[in-house]
């Protein structure tokens, strides 16, 4: 049997950064490939011509579907693939070819994976969007622009291959809705009453922040959509309950979750949304209910958009959250931990699953777990873990978490520096801090102010005295020269000086609390840290209102202490509920 042909079409403008990972996802699934370009002035055009002879220049009109189309009537293959330069597609060359074997499809929805910008653990979005189709089917629609199909019978969906959409940086993201938005607003001058437009329009809106016109949009084009346009319509539905979400209309967002689940009852996003909404409302029990149905019902069918997570991990973390905030320990605990389970890349669960460990057992069995699961593996997982060490009071565990860290400009290096000052391994932090110089990193001030009170702990004070000229030099460290100078005073000689100057104070309570979370193997080690602790407050003691300032200081950290026996004890008590 001789399958049918495929034939890429693209149209494309200024996108050198993005069209060679694209056009090597695809090249060899597809048949032929066509660009049409609309007047891009870098080198696009000629990373085209690498992939295919058959690049076209097209006069731009302010007109997507326009520029497609004349994409498709360059193409001679029986079937089209639309993509986008800043999308990629793995699949191999058969498997494409057996998606369009089927006489009884004129279309082929695919999964559309959008990564949700700023988020470091790579949560998509899935979408599914038309782009597999018969070469007599053309777009519409002069922006967002798709292709219509008479009889949705002849539509079909597959979960594989998928589109993944990559991230573009804001300031293009910011330049294309202008763009969108201009010609949106003269499409619906010329026809107010296609649904598609206005939540278009609403999506623009709604990446502006502009909540307040994005819920107008939506809003109408949820009321013209029919209940079975749920390609369209349930990702309008969502857009909505987060606009109303972010403008502070809870009361409204339940009430489109509640009405719309009852149309839409095996969509799990609705269910998890509505959790939410109560979760923000402090109705922790109603929305672990709400949690546990969006688990329950799993993936919706490929049509609904769906966020990755929202059926699993995603659920998982917040019923972890809401039974905390019941006093639910150990449920608590074993939420977090299904999420983790779930997704190996989904890491928030562990931040609290830690603190939670933290009230039940030693800080070096913690350290263990983390150890065993592998999660100090993963650098910027290691890293917070280590923050979260250092701030609950394990310095010394926290530098364990960043013990992999070889290289002195690797993510981490400075919050290494800390860890190993604090926790008594004073040569070592200093041995660190000079293969960053050597290495002509650019030491932050709390790192220079750190190197010069290690050297005054070693009573190295010649070398102390170096480093202050060098922090001096720096006009921007003029605060914590003064504040460090005065220390190197006091301890080296004894003298008390008057600070005068209240960014220098603010340097002192820094290093003040710092000292105070010391967590050292030898007494002696700790009493140095102690001595520097009463040097400061000697120096703050020559004014009164720094010394206030101090003296309030210390009873923060007291509070901080009694609440985190507190949570500690209380939470424990939690465990046999």
């Given at each position: 049997?001789?399958?049918?042909?495929?034939?890429?079409?693209?149209?494309?403008?200024?996108?050198?950064?993005?069209?060679?990972?694209?056009?090597?996802?695809?090249?060899?699934?597809?048949?032929?490939?066509?660009?049409?370009?609309?007047?891009?002035?870098?080198?696009?055009?000629?990373?085209?011509?690498?992939?295919?002879?058959?690049?076209?220049?097209?006069?731009?009109?302010?007109?997507?579907?326009?520029?497609?189309?004349?994409?498709?009537?360059?193409?001679?293959?029986?079937?089209?693939?639309?993509?986008?330069?800043?999308?990629?597609?793995?699949?191999?060359?058969?498997?494409?070819?057996?998606?369009?074997?089927?006489?009884?499809?004129?279309?082929?929805?695919?999964?559309?994976?959008?990564?949700?910008?700023?988020?470091?653990?790579?949560?998509?979005?899935?979408?599914?969007?038309?782009?597999l189709f018969r070469r007599d089917c053309r777009f519409t629609s002069p922006v967002h622009e798709y292709v219509p199909i008479a009889d949705p019978n002849t539509v079909g969906y597959t979960c594989h291959p998928i589109i993944y959409h990559v991230v573009v940086s804001a300031t293009e993201r910011h330049a294309?809705?202008?763009?969108?938005?201009?010609?949106?607003?003269?499409?619906?001058?010329?026809?107010?009453?296609?649904?598609?437009?206005?939540?278009?329009?609403?999506?623009?809106?709604?990446?502006?922040?502009?909540?307040?016109?994005?819920?107008?949009?939506?809003?109408?084009?949820?009321?013209?959509?029919?209940?079975?346009?749920?390609?369209?319509?349930?990702?309008?539905?969502?857009?909505?309950?987060?606009?109303?979400?972010?403008?502070?209309?809870?009361?409204?967002?339940?009430?489109?979750?509640?009405?719309?689940?009852?149309?839409?009852?095996?969509?799990?996003?609705?269910?998890?949304?509505?959790?939410?909404?109560?979760?923000?409302?402090?109705?922790?029990?109603?929305?672990?209910?709400?949690?546990?149905?969006?688990?329950?019902?799993?993936?919706?069918?490929?049509?609904?958009?769906?966020?990755?997570?929202?059926?699993?991990?995603?659920?998982?973390?917040?019923?972890?959250?809401?039974?905390?905030?019941?006093?639910?320990?150990?449920?608590?605990?074993?939420?977090?931990?299904?999420?983790?389970?779930?997704?190996?890349?989904?890491?928030?669960?562990?931040?609290?699953?830690?603190?939670?460990?933290?009230?039940?057992?030693?800080?070096?069995?913690?350290?263990?777990?983390?150890?065993?699961?592998?999660?100090?593996?993963?650098?910027?997982?290691?890293?917070?873990?280590?923050?979260?060490?250092?701030?609950?009071?394990?310095?010394?565990?926290?530098?364990?978490?960043?013990?992999?860290?070889?290289?002195?400009?690797?993510?981490?290096?400075?919050?290494?520096?800390?860890?190993?000052?604090?926790?008594?391994?004073?040569?070592?932090?200093?041995?660190?801090?000079?293969?960053?110089?050597?290495?002509?990193?650019?030491?932050?001030?709390?790192?220079?102010?750190?190197?010069?009170?290690?050297?005054?702990?070693?009573?190295?004070?010649?070398?102390?005295?170096?480093?202050?000229?060098?922090?001096?030099?720096?006009?921007?460290?003029?605060?914590?020269?003064?504040?460090?100078?005065?220390?190197?005073?006091?301890?080296?000689?004894?003298?008390?000086?008057?600070?005068?100057?209240?960014?220098?104070?603010?340097?002192?309570?820094?290093?003040?609390?710092?000292?105070?979370?010391?967590?050292?193997?030898?007494?002696?080690?700790?009493?140095?840290?102690?001595?520097?602790?009463?040097?400061?407050?000697?120096?703050?003691?020559?004014?009164?209102?720094?010394?206030?300032?101090?003296?309030?200081?210390?009873?923060?950290?007291?509070?901080?202490?009694?609440?985190?026996?507190?949570?500690?004890?209380?939470?424990?008590?939690?465990?046999?509920?």
């Open positions: 049997m001789t399958l049918p042909r495929i034939s890429l079409a693209m149209i494309v403008c200024n996108e050198a950064a993005h069209l060679t990972q694209c056009l090597e996802s695809i090249k060899t699934a597809v048949d032929e490939i066509v660009i049409v370009d609309t007047g891009s002035t870098d080198i696009t055009v000629q990373l085209a011509q690498q992939y295919t002879p058959k690049v076209y220049s097209y006069q731009w009109g302010n007109d997507f579907a326009a520029a497609r189309n004349y994409a498709i009537e360059q193409t001679t293959g029986d079937w089209i693939l639309s993509l986008d330069a800043d999308e990629q597609l793995t699949i191999t060359a058969e498997e494409l070819h057996l998606l369009v074997s089927h006489p009884e499809y004129t279309a082929i929805c695919l999964p559309l994976y959008a990564q949700k910008a700023c988020n470091e653990y790579c949560e998509y979005d899935r979408f599914m969007v038309l782009r294309r809705r202008g763009r969108n938005i201009r010609l949106l607003k003269a499409a619906l001058a010329k026809n107010s009453t296609d649904p598609c437009l206005h939540y278009y329009l609403g999506t623009e809106w709604l990446g502006l922040s502009r909540t307040d016109r994005a819920i107008t949009a939506f809003q109408i084009a949820l009321r013209q959509f029919s209940t079975d346009q749920i390609v369209f319509r349930t990702p309008a539905i969502r857009h909505l309950i987060n606009c109303y979400k972010q403008s502070a209309k809870l009361n409204e967002a339940l009430r489109l979750c509640l009405e719309e689940s009852e149309s839409y009852p095996e969509y799990c996003d609705l269910f998890f949304d509505g959790a939410v909404l109560f979760e923000i409302q402090g109705e922790y029990t109603l929305a672990m209910k709400w949690f546990h149905e969006a688990i329950r019902l799993g993936p919706p069918p490929l049509a609904f958009f769906h966020t990755e997570g929202t059926d699993s991990y995603l659920a998982y973390y917040h019923l972890g959250y809401c039974a905390e905030k019941l006093g639910l320990v150990k449920a608590a605990q074993g939420y977090y931990e299904q999420a983790l389970a779930v997704s190996q890349n989904y890491y928030y669960p562990l931040y609290p699953l830690v603190i939670l460990k933290l009230t039940q057992q030693p800080a070096t069995e913690v350290l263990q777990f983390l150890h065993k699961q592998d999660y100090l593996a993963v650098g910027e997982v290691a890293e917070k873990m280590a923050e979260l060490f250092w701030t609950a009071g394990f310095p010394d565990i926290g530098a364990q978490c960043l013990a992999n860290k070889t290289a002195p400009d690797a993510p981490g290096s400075e919050l290494l520096v800390t860890c190993q000052l604090y926790s008594g391994e004073i040569t070592g932090a200093l041995q660190l801090i000079q293969q960053m110089r050597r290495q002509g990193l650019e030491l932050s001030t709390t790192v220079a102010v750190d190197e010069i009170v290690a050297l005054m702990l070693l009573s190295r004070f010649e070398e102390a005295r170096q480093e202050l000229w060098v922090l001096w030099q720096n006009p921007d460290n003029r605060h914590a020269f003064r504040a460090v100078f005065c220390l190197y005073k006091k301890l080296c000689h004894n003298t008390t000086l008057p600070l005068n100057n209240p960014g220098a104070v603010s340097i002192l309570l820094e290093v003040s609390n710092r000292c105070l979370q010391a967590r050292t193997k030898v007494f002696a080690a700790q009493h140095r840290f102690a001595a520097v602790v009463t040097a400061i407050k000697a120096i703050l003691a020559t004014e009164g209102e720094s010394f206030a300032l101090f003296i309030d200081n210390l009873s923060v950290k007291e509070q901080g202490v009694k609440q985190s026996l507190d949570y500690t004890f209380s939470t424990l008590r939690g465990l046999y509920r």
